[in-house]
């Protein structure tokens, strides 16, 4: 593992214990600019890893708290009216930053969630007759609450393809919790400090961009791609009822991308089917529809990317 990545994740381990499969998840959206969704019920330290993560890489940070009432100017920004000189003027919101934090994304409504997915998508803003492009590096972190039901507006299929990630987050070991507990109350959390600059941050992306994929392996990961879409080729008949629309051509872009990552944060110039079955549920987890039949009997997509890893022939 790199110097500088072992300094980043040794800065957010300061006020963050635990929890190692979610920072290796945040750095692989930083390593390869995608955005990751994170899921967890609340009190999981969801944002304060977002928080130490981007203070450790010394990036600008916005939070944004979703509500109901939220509109997409309070995100966007707006033309504002200057009496002063008759005229009126851009007003940029919270999302010209690099690094931005939709907390209980699910919470705000359709309007807001469309509101992104240009910016997610296109990295640039349109604020009127203008837009403007944002500065890089630029992604989304969200976190959302599965526990909660009212006032919560499911994210549609559109805008979640566009997160690269999703990782689940779940409770602290028993160790680390105690750990937590004795930080907390006698105030020993530390600072997080800035250890790496923009232009080390660059020379990380292009060092993971180099990790080299044997051409068996690229071919092995579109055919678990394709063994979501069209599971009776691959020996899944028990998948065909229960998968209504398989991974999406952007989960392919993805995941060559994130493999690289991933082999990358294990220390190694080359990727394996390890790397990929490591990181196979956060990258699909979001982007296969289950039927309403397999959702009545609560089968859940990360049970169907196992049994797709289990039956697609390794190389």
């Known amino acids: 593992m790199s110097e500088k990545i072992k300094a980043i994740k040794a800065e957010v381990a300061k006020v963050v214990v635990g929890h190692e499969k979610m920072i290796d998840g945040l750095l692989i959206g930083l390593l390869c600019e995608g955005h990751i969704l994170i899921e967890g019920i609340p009190g999981l330290a969801k944002t304060t890893t977002v928080k ?14 979703f509500t109901p009432d939220l509109l997409p100017s309070d995100i966007l920004g707006a033309e504002i009216y200057d009496p002063q000189h008759n005229d009126f003027k851009i007003k940029k919101g919270p999302i ?24 997610m998508q296109e990295r640039q803003v349109t604020i009127g007759d203008e837009s403007f492009r944002l500065d890089p ?27 690269m990630l999703k990782l689940e987050v779940g409770y602290n070991t028993r160790e680390e919790e105690l750990e937590i507990a004795r ?3 006698n105030g020993t959390s530390e600072t997080v400090s800035a250890v790496i600059s923009h232009e080390a941050l660059e020379a990380l992306k292009r060092e993971v961009r180099s990790v080299h994929i044997d051409e068996e392996v ?26 209504q629309f398989g991974a999406s051509p952007r989960v392919s872009i993805d995941m060559f991308k994130a493999v690289k990552a991933m082999a990358y944060l294990r220390g190694k110039d080359y990727v394996t089917p390890v790397d990929i ?5 956060e990258l699909m987890r979001h982007r296969i529809v289950l039927t309403y039949e397999a959702e009545a009997e609560g089968i859940t997509t990360d049970a169907i990317i196992e049994k797709v890893l289990e039956a697609v022939p390794i190389p």
């Open 277 to 281: 079955a490591y990181i196979a549920k």
């Open 52 to 65: 130490a993560l981007s203070q450790s890489l010394g990036l600008g940070f916005k939070r944004v708290q």
């Open 218 to 243: 690229e071919r092995y990961m579109i055919e678990l791609i394709a063994a979501t879409r069209d599971p009776k080729a691959y020996g899944l008949d028990e998948l065909v009822d229960q998968i």
């Open 137 to 163: 590096p630029f992604f989304v972190m969200a976190t959302q609450n599965p526990v909660e039901q009212e006032g919560v507006y499911q994210l549609p299929e559109a805008q979640l393809d566009r997160f």
């Open 183 to 185: 930080r907390i109350a």
């Open 96 to 119: 010209f930053t690099n690094l931005l934090l939709a907390d209980e994304i699910n919470r705000a409504p359709a309007k807001v969630q469309s509101a992104l997915l240009e910016v």
